[in-house]
């Protein structure tokens, strides 16, 4: 079974700072998708980004970019450029193409950006 | 297009009660997912459905719990009996299922059950 480990409960950044979130996952699988969510305090889930397992390149989404490292089975979230707005709780979650397409997700980490 | 739809939003049952959630996916999709989120935790799987089938309850717990996806209509997540332990956030989230839109899964506001 996969898991996914997010060893900050919580963070805080300045406003306008870069702030990098962690994540490591387990698999024994090749084909794969990683995601960071957000949840702000009205709950609802945002996709953030999303990382395909085979390409090498990072994917970014303006000011939110990833480091993906897939032998050392890590991938961080980096945000730039802070915002009040940005004050969430992340997800990181893995998800095994060719089963069910189920999202595993990790404990969170809860950022907080201060003016 | 309107999203994932979820409701009610909040729904108060007394031990021993029954509680039901509903979800409407978004138009055209045809996968629908379950998910539950207990206080200070991260989403946890409990079903996945295409219409009018099942296609992995590994998530769910064994009894109590069922989970429907019929030909017209919402999903519904069903909770018979429920329990303080039940006492949580429960979210649907719809997809497409296609790589073409990288595997997204749009996820609905959540029911917020709590049991008295």
């Known amino acids: 079974a996969q898991t996914v480990t997010q060893s900050q409960p919580e963070m805080s950044v300045q406003e306008a700072e870069t702030v990098t979130l962690s994540c490591t996952y387990d698999t024994s699988e090749n084909n794969y998708y990683l995601f960071w969510y957000k949840q702000p305090p009205s709950r609802q889930m945002i996709l953030v980004i999303r990382?395909?397992?085979?390409?090498?390149q990072n994917a970014t989404e303006n000011r939110f970019s990833v480091n993906f490292q897939k032998a050392a089975k890590s991938f961080s979230l980096k945000i730039s450029d802070s915002q009040l707005g940005d004050t969430a709780m992340y997800f990181c979650a893995f998800m095994k193409i060719g089963g069910s397409e189920k999202l595993v997700f990790g404990k969170g980490t809860k950022l907080t950006v201060n003016p | 297009n309107a999203g994932v739809m979820q409701n009610p939003r909040h729904l108060v049952r007394r031990r021993g009660q029954e509680a039901r959630l509903r979800c409407s996916p978004m138009?055209?999709?045809?996968?629908v997912y379950w998910y539950r989120q207990l206080p200070e935790e991260g989403l946890k799987f409990m079903v996945y459905l295409q219409k009018e089938n099942i296609i992995d309850e590994s998530g769910m717990p064994k009894e109590r719990f069922s989970a429907e996806f019929p030909k017209e209509g919402p999903s519904i997540l069903r909770i018979q009996q429920v329990v303080r332990g039940d006492s949580a956030a429960y979210f649907c989230?719809?997809?497409?299922?296609?790589?073409?839109?990288?595997?997204?899964?749009?996820f609905g506001p959540g029911t917020r059950l709590t049991v008295t």
């Open positions: 989230a719809s997809s497409l299922l296609a790589s073409g839109t990288g595997y997204e899964q749009y």
């Open positions: 990382q395909e397992a085979y390409k090498q």
């Open positions: 138009k055209g999709h045809s996968h």
